[in-house]
């Protein structure tokens, strides 16, 4: 007699709660990605004004973003998480104090960071440098700093202090919050491709992305009982859908609500929905902040609006944090540039003309390669050797950072023509790259434009190459790693003149790049199957081991190698520009406003251009393919004789 009762009470009290448990709350996650140590707005940085509104055309500004956290939290009575997709770090002067400061770092605990993800640029001071940026930063504090798929080396010590910051939870796998009753977890991940462009994080390696997220999803869920997943990838998203990796970790790891995604710099004004996921990414270099509003309902998150806020100078910038920033200028000037007497807001030359890095071959890229060969040739080259002269220099647009603004008055200063070359560690551990000088044949040259000719295409934008000291023609429909028709060696001043890149050409040529190009020089082989081998050499012919011993000696009245680094080569080459308007400041010569034809693709199907000059590759190919004819042709013959011959049987059994 009770049972029915019992069962109506129970009915009763499930239909009042379920209105608890189905209740909409709601959320708001403000995010960043590659923001890069872009901590004043640009460009010029001259013209920004973060005290002031109105009067620039200046992008981003770390002061402005501070002012847009403090607003989207003063505009919401939910609860606000402010993430970060990775890439904080390098870009700027302000990172070459970030081992002695944590400057970024300590700046986004300031902003109001929750939680940020490390990206491929910060393991470019090695992990040693990543392990003390994190302590100088700790002792003054920061946000949540995640990684979940580092990998630490069990044989090599020179990763023992990152290995130790880890131990001691200045990073974290995940993290673990509470908030409006919502049990939330979030992770971070090192994307495949960002991964493989992080060569200075050795010996640290990193397991698949999807690998790992499976792992924190279910430890996450299964062990935390989380409610919430949420995953910071420096991962990306591409055009194509098949490779766009932060759609494909959505599509292959379920249970993960939010991907806020990094490294490919992309602007993505409405999210990606991938099967449940939200998936955002905020552009770069802190031009543009990402507002995701969401709904948390029954277990799920459900898009409600989605807001890009550009940051420009409508937004004031917060005077606390530009404050910080003042004091790292501060320090810039007196622990990096003092000893090369310069100064960050110093005016080095002007310009008439905006000074883009396109894809393409680009004025601001034949600058800097040209800057090269200057710089070695003023400070190590013997007048009276010619030999001893850099004849090649070779820049990748993975290096070149950042365009060069004419702004409102066309000034260039130090801060601004930093930002085009800000990366790298020597080996000497002083910052920023240094310049390595080896001997290549003809032959080797033209394999390394090859990398433009054939790589590039493949493999993208960064390995497009810049150069001075040559011009060359090629053709983009002969045979892979085989399209360069035509060499020459010189300069606009003093004119070309054709390069014997045949294997007959013996002779040695001082060929000069950065640290990072060199060594990717030397290793290009064994990306191409061994087709594009290059052999670094001295003056001698002798094979160079270790590129360490290549590096330009500044100074060779002091004990050891003080290393020639590329941004100062870049400042001193246009620091010494005439002054062509008799104003007191240099000018960027005329030659630097558009490209100069140093390589030009001539796209012909001509028997002549495809294979004259061809290597053993074209050749190969060409034999494979006669050979395939011959037997195609053979069938064919066989099939006809057999034909034949069956019809004249046929003929010879009729009555």
Not at 152 to 169: H, I, R, Y
Not at 494 to 515: H, K
């Amino acid at each position: 007699m009770m049972r029915l009762p019992r069962i109506a009470l129970s009915a009763l009290l499930i239909a009042l709660c379920a209105p608890a448990f189905s209740q909409e709350k709601l959320f708001t996650i403000v995010h960043t990605n590659d923001m890069h140590s872009h901590l004043e707005g640009f460009a010029p940085e001259l013209d920004y004004t973060p005290r002031t509104t109105g009067d620039d055309a200046t992008l981003g500004g770390w002061a402005r973003i501070g002012t847009v956290i403090r607003n989207v939290k003063a505009d919401r009575a939910n609860p606000v998480l402010v993430l970060d997709g990775g890439d904080f770090l390098m870009g700027s002067l302000f990172h070459m104090v970030s081992r002695e400061q944590g400057v970024e770092l300590r700046l986004m605990k300031r902003m109001g960071y929750d939680a940020v993800g490390l990206g491929n640029h910060e393991f470019d001071l090695k992990p040693d440098g990543l392990a003390r940026i994190l302590a100088a930063a700790n002792g003054r504090g920061m946000p949540l700093v995640l990684l979940s798929n580092a990998v630490f080396s069990a044989e090599s010590a020179k990763d023992d202090s990152l290995e130790k910051a880890f131990s001691q939870g200045l990073v974290k796998p995940y993290t673990v919050m509470v908030s409006n009753g919502v049990k939330i977890g979030i992770f971070a991940l090192l994307g495949k491709e960002a991964a493989e462009v992080a060569p200075f994080s050795s010996p640290v390696d990193f397991r698949a992305p999807a690998e790992a997220a499976k792992e924190m999803v279910k430890s996450l869920r299964e062990t935390e009982k989380v409610d919430m997943v949420i995953c910071l990838s420096h991962s990306g998203l591409w055009a194509d859908p098949k490779k766009s990796e932060d759609v494909l970790l959505a599509k292959e790891v379920p249970g993960i609500d939010v991907i806020v995604s990094g490294h490919t710099h992309t602007k993505l004004d409405i999210p990606l929905v991938v099967n449940g996921t939200i998936v955002v990414q905020a552009w770069e270099h802190g031009k543009q902040v990402g507002v995701l509003d969401f709904a948390w309902k029954d277990r799920k998150a459900a898009l409600r609006k989605y807001t890009t806020v550009k940051v420009n100078d409508a937004i004031p910038g917060d005077a606390a944090v530009q404050k910080e920033i003042d004091s790292a200028i501060a320090a810039i000037d007196r622990d990096v540039l003092a000893a090369h007497g310069l100064r960050y807001w110093e005016i080095l030359a002007e310009t008439d003309a905006d000074m883009p890095s396109p894809l393409a071959e680009s004025g601001l890229g034949n600058m800097v390669t040209d800057s090269i060969r200057w710089y070695v040739d003023t400070h190590d080259s013997d007048p009276a050797d010619p030999t001893t002269r850099v004849a090649f220099a070779v820049e990748s647009n993975g290096v070149l950072r950042d365009d060069l603004a004419k702004g409102k008055n066309g000034r260039i200063s130090v801060a601004d023509l930093f930002r085009v070359v800000p990366l790298g560690v020597g080996m000497d551990d002083t910052m920023a790259y240094p310049i390595i000088t080896v001997y290549l044949t003809g032959a080797e040259i033209k394999k390394a434009l090859e990398i433009l000719t054939s790589v590039y295409p493949m493999k993208g934008s960064d390995y497009f190459l810049q150069v001075s000291g040559v011009k060359f023609t090629y053709n983009p429909r002969r045979m892979l790693f085989d399209r360069v028709t035509g060499i020459w060696m010189g300069s606009e001043e003093e004119g070309y003149r054709p390069l014997d890149y045949s294997t007959r050409n013996a002779t040695l040529y001082r060929t000069a790049a950065n640290m990072y190009n060199s060594t990717f020089l030397k290793l290009i082989g064994g990306f191409t199957y061994g087709i594009l081998t290059i052999v670094p050499k001295d003056r001698d012919g002798k094979p160079i081991a270790d590129l360490a011993t290549a590096r330009v000696d500044a100074d060779k009245s002091a004990p050891g190698i003080q290393e020639l680094k590329e941004w100062v080569g870049l400042m001193e080459y246009v620091r010494q520009f005439p002054d062509t308007n008799g104003n007191g400041i240099p000018d960027v010569p005329a030659k630097y406003k558009a490209p100069l034809g140093r390589n030009v693709a001539l796209p012909s199907w001509n028997p002549v251009s495809l294979l004259s000059r061809g290597t053993f590759v074209t050749w190969i190919v060409v034999g494979v393919v006669l050979l395939v004819l011959l037997i195609v042709a053979g069938l064919v013959v066989l099939i006809v004789r057999l034909a034949t011959r069956g019809r004249r049987k046929s003929n010879q059994r009729r009555p």
